[in-house]
Nanobody, 124 residues
Framework: VQLQASGGGLVQAGGSLRLSCVAS????????VGWFRQAPGKEREFVAA????????RYADSAKGRFTVSRDNAKNTVYLQMNSLKPEDTAVFYC??????????????????WGQGTLVTVSS
């Protein structure tokens, strides 16, 4: 499975962005997909994840109420809709694919494949 993240950019605080993670490979729809982010000087942290069929989602506390993760398996794409963005959301966002169940989605070590990352910059 190969992943490619896109959709990042520069946005003012309070604005919105939608990130996309496009996958190649027929087996993509059997993986759960997570979004992580890494700010300068910090570790990569979990943001949100969605199950293989889109039926289950999980969010970090920082993302709850502002971000929505979804997927369209017909398009081999997972989305992260980000609203009410804050300067502290500035980071490189990565998507990853995993086979683990819900409880393991927050652990980056459980992800088998990663996209290259897309930079989100939120200005104040």
């Amino acid at each position: 499975v190969q992943l490619q993240a896109s959709g990042g950019g520069l946005v003012q605080a309070g604005g919105s962005l939608r990130l996309s993670c496009v996958a190649s490979g027929r087996t993509f729809r059997s993986y759960s997909v997570g979004w992580f982010r890494q700010a300068p000087g910090k570790e990569r942290e979990f943001v949100a994840a969605v199950s293989w069929n889109g039926g289950s989602t999980r969010y970090a506390d920082s993302a709850k109420g502002r971000f929505t993760v979804s997927r369209d398996n017909a398009k081999n794409t997972v989305y992260l809709q980000m609203n009410s963005l804050k300067p502290e959301d500035t980071a490189v966002f990565y998507c990853g694919a995993t086979k683990v169940v819900f409880s393991g989605w927050g652990d980056r070590e459980q992800y088998l494949y990663w996209g290259q990352g897309t930079l989100v910059t939120v200005s104040s």
